[in-house]
């Protein structure tokens, strides 16, 4: 993928005891991003996947503790699952929490790379363009598993299905390719996709 040279890492905003308890939900009814999820889908749908969750977490949901990379966390929850086949009901977020709650600051902050302090952190149509098919899928469950769980009185709403957004916004991004909006976040290109409100017929 076209990154920045090294291992991208987060800053840490704020501390492991900011974690809220969420809602064990799904971004549509029947699909529980848990262990049973994770051992089915693909290792690039799972970076995806928390890259997109730790975006609205952090940023639309602002709740703190989640600024953790993929290259961060993917293989320990996978570890983590194969080596407590008893907790494949928990959610990918819980184990999330679990195991960054038991990874001193010091070391989370020392990963090498460069530290991106700014909304929405690397996650712009520069960063999607060269994401594979699956990381793009997990990246928008993702991020609207955590609007329909995490965000109190949410203004907006996602009623397709994710590989709409998908495709809306490879559109976007290949239409902008190399221009200015090539650097628009991908949360707000996501926004212009949002549901309508449907206006009342007239009288």
Known sequence: MRKCVGVLSLILMGTVSGWSQPQQAAVKPGQLFDGKWWSKTTADEHSG??????????????????NATPEQLVEKIDKFYKEHPESADLSVVEVWKKLWAKTPSSAAASQPGETWKNAH???????????????????????????????????????????????????????????????????????????????????
Not at 136 to 164: D, N, Q
């Open 49 to 66: 996947f928390i890259n997109g969750a730790a975006d609205c977490l952090t940023w639309t949901a602002h709740e703190k503790g989640f």
């Open 121 to 203: 952190w690397y996650l712009d149509g520069f960063w999607w363009i060269d994401e594979s098919p699956d990381q793009k899928l997990g990246f928008i469950r993702g991020y609207l598993w955590c609007m329909k769980t995490h965000v109190t009185a949410p203004t907006e709403e996602y009623s397709k299905p994710a590989s709409f957004y998908v495709e809306k916004i490879d559109t976007f991004t290949k239409a902008n390719a190399n221009s200015k909006a090539d650097r628009e976040k991908v949360a707000s290109i996501l926004r212009r996709y949002r549901d309508r409100p449907v206006s009342a017929p007239a009288k």
